[in-house]
């Protein structure tokens, strides 16, 4: 008897233990979930079932990028990286622009960028602080192109500066017929700091063209982009555009999480390092992945001619 009481509160202990780490497991996913629907001052977070919609919210500042903006799409993406109920994402403007790109009425940016200030100090000095906010800024993109879940950039009208550092950081691009882009750093003193020159030519494969967007600050029609590889689809408005966004984002998000972040972590990878690296990396992803219980879920349904199955979130 006295066995049997032992045996069964040791059961007991062990049950709660289990119990414990999946519960702190789940309010952590809840924790980031809020994170991430919280209220932000620049964007407005939406959710459609496992899709996640960003839109860029200062419709009467044409989405310009201010000092708040690039704090709160950073954490924004930080937060939703970490969420399990989320598995595609897709970004979007509010109002008449996409974004016009760098706020230069925000003079908190526009002193982060340049430096200036009421205090001043050495160049030393400022150069380190120069430094430490463009690797911030820098990172607010890097944030979303970390992010484990696909996301797609639906644009339209001005699409300008730091938007273009914004899609280049983004898994797939779309836009409206009128959508016109700029990489109109230079036309500022500037050269674009926040990913479009290390990232564009990767892009779109096209060394010549990404340098003369950069160094003329031309525009560049929807055609022209569809035709460069910039964008994978043009559609006839904004509406048409963002639902056509949402319909991939759900065809994404309806399949095995475990395989579609490795198909992104893997393709980032490659762009970065060579083919022998990228497929040795590829082995050791998958002598993990390939465990999954993902696979016979979906060779089951697959085999039964059925909608793809209610895959576990990561």
């Excluded at 996913?29 to 001052?41: I, L, V």
């Excluded at 403007?93 to 706020?103: C, I, P, R, T």
């Excluded at 096209?206 to 160094?215: D, F, G, K, V």
């Amino acid at each position: 008897s006295s066995s049997l009481s032992s045996s069964s509160s040791s059961s007991v202990v062990s049950s709660r233990r289990t119990r414990q780490p999946q519960r702190r497991q789940s309010e952590a996913s809840r924790e980031e979930g809020a994170m991430a629907d919280r209220q932000y001052e620049t964007l407005k977070v939406q959710r459609d079932g496992a899709v996640v919609h960003v839109q860029l919210h200062r419709p009467k500042a044409g989405n310009a990028m201010n000092t708040a903006f690039w704090r709160e799409y950073r954490e924004c993406f930080q937060a939703l990286a970490a969420d399990g109920e989320c598995r595609a994402i897709v970004v979007s403007g509010a109002g008449k622009h996409f974004s016009v790109g760098l706020d230069i009425k925000d003079a908190s940016s526009l002193t982060a960028v340049s430096g200036e200030g009421p205090n001043k100090m050495d160049a030393a000095r400022r150069a380190w602080r120069n430094r430490e906010t463009v690797l911030a800024f820098q990172d607010t993109f890097s944030a979303m192109e970390r992010c484990p879940q696909p996301v797609i950039v639906a644009v339209h009208a001005a699409t300008i500066g730091g938007a273009i550092d914004l899609m280049c950081a983004a898994d797939i691009r779309v836009c409206a017929a009128n959508t016109f882009f700029s990489i109109k750093e230079v036309d500022i003193g500037l050269a674009a700091d926040v990913g479009t020159l290390q990232r564009l030519h990767h892009v779109i494969g096209n060394q010549s063209l990404a340098r003369e967007l950069c160094y003329t600050a031309r525009r560049m029609d929807a055609t022209e982009a569809k035709s460069a590889g910039f964008v994978s689809s043009i559609h006839p408005t904004q509406e048409a555009t963002l639902a056509h966004a949402m319909d991939l984002a759900r065809q994404i998000a309806s399949k095995s999480p475990v395989a579609i972040t490795g198909t992104k972590v893997n393709l980032n990878f490659s762009r970065e390092n060579k083919v022998r690296e990228s497929l040795e990396f590829m082995a050791a992803w998958n002598s993990a992945m390939l465990q999954t219980e993902d696979i016979p879920k979906a060779a089951m349904a697959s085999l039964a001619q059925q909608d793809q199955p209610d895959f576990s979130k990561l």
